[in-house]
């Protein structure tokens, strides 16, 4: 029987991140970088020096990252914090509801006419 242990599973489109808060978006993008290394959990979490149990729940959106771990996530990943929260920020961005920013000078002007 294979040992699945250190490979990296994808993850299947019933069980997606969810991206609907800052903190899912920044797990999401956090699995994202590691299946793409083809890791495990486990192996983020020995590289990290994170605990398993603080990968996984960092990945599903229930952790409060701190800025430590964001400091050093990024550092695994060979990314800057700030391009690890802004890839965060465009996963969470594109399950926002679209909005029109509108004058509301014009929308009163257009009332009183």
Known sequence: MADY????RPISEKLKRQTETLRQALGAAITTLRTKKKWSQGLLARKSGYELSTINRLERG????TMQL???MSDIFGLRPSQLLARAER??????PKTTV???SSESAKKTK
């Open 5 to 8: 242990a250190n490979v990296a």
């Open 91 to 96: 996963k969470y961005l594109k399950k926002q």
């Open 62 to 65: 229930k952790a409060n990252p």
């Open 102 to 104: 509108t004058d509301s």
């Open 70 to 72: 964001v400091i050093v």
